[in-house]
């Protein structure tokens, strides 16, 4: 929820605490004040209701009214702040959840995935380095570092995706709606660990 949008509902709260006490708490309080120290010959007769009703809001209690307005203004404002800090906690409580539900729902994924990608990768990985000690031809040379690189981040976006401690997204392009775990900065660092890891191996 908007910080505008909180502010909106907040001077409608305080609108309404407003007329609340202009044109409810401040007629009855004149009423129970006139009631005790000008009582009725009859309990609440309509006519002396009416008239208290009407003396309410003339021209010598338009100061008390104003103070009763006031007053409701506050209440208002405090009842308004109340609630919606409540809504905004409640939203982020249920956010939060459906944040813990997907990020257990992609572990569970991700373990999957692994079991069946990680095997397939490793042969990948594995034929293509032994295949690079033994054929002397420079360019096979170069397209199998190219797939070692390749099975070697895959490896790393499974360790990034299985380590995750919380989910955030990023457009998949500029022009698409289409979102995809920001995998980034978590991926760079672990693919230079690898290569310098590959560099040290070769050395």
Not at 155 to 170: M, N, P, R
Not at 183 to 200: I, N, P, S, V, Y
Request: charged share 20%; hydrophobic share 45%.
């Amino acid at each position: 929820m908007g910080k505008t949008v909180i502010q909106g509902k907040i001077v409608w709260f305080t609108l309404a605490g407003v007329a609340v006490g202009i044109l409810l708490v401040h007629p009855f309080a004149m009423l129970l004040y006139a009631m005790e120290h000008h009582p009725p010959s009859a309990p609440l007769s309509l006519p002396f209701v009416l008239h208290q009703l009407r003396r309410a809001f003339g021209p010598y209690l338009v100061r008390i009214g104003l103070v009763f307005a006031f007053l409701g203004g506050v209440a208002g404002w405090v009842v308004g702040s109340w609630f919606l800090q409540k809504k905004r906690l409640e939203a982020e409580k249920i956010e939060h959840l459906r944040s813990i539900t997907a990020l257990e729902t992609l572990k569970e994924l991700m373990v999957t995935l692994a079991h069946y990608i990680r095997n397939a990768n490793m042969v990948v990985g594995g034929f293509s380095a032994r295949l690079s000690k033994s054929i002397p031809d420079h360019g096979l040379q170069e397209e199998l570092r190219l797939i070692q690189e390749a099975s070697r981040e895959i490896d790393a976006v499974i360790a990034s995706l299985q380590d995750l401690t919380e989910i955030s997204s990023v457009e998949y392009t500029a022009s698409s709606h289409e979102r995809m775990i920001d995998l980034k900065k978590d991926l760079e660092a672990r693919l230079a660990k690898t290569q310098l890891g590959a560099d040290q191996k070769q050395e």
